[in-house]
């Protein structure tokens, strides 16, 4: 059917812009080990994108 990503948060948003940190709390991650399962969309790659060295993510199948 249609793919999904799943994002977790592997560092910290302490020495980064208040954007970026909202765009975490807009991903659904609260913290350092944190995890959210999302459709797979323009939208959820254009925020991974923009925080992806505070982020890792993996596509998975349905």
Same mark, same amino acid.
């Given at each position: 059917m249609g793919q999904? $990503?799943?994002?977790t948060q592997?560092?910290?948003t302490i020495a980064n812009p208040k954007? *970026?940190?909202k765009? +975490? $709390?807009g991903l659904g +991650?609260?913290? $350092?080990?944190s995890s959210r399962t999302h459709k797979d969309n323009n939208c959820i790659r254009g *925020?991974?994108?923009k925080v992806s060295h +505070?982020?890792?993510y993996e596509l998975i199948s349905e």
């Open positions: 999904k $990503i799943k994002v592997i560092r910290s954007k *970026m940190e765009v +975490l $709390i +991650l609260k913290g $350092i080990g *925020m991974v994108n +505070l982020v890792k």
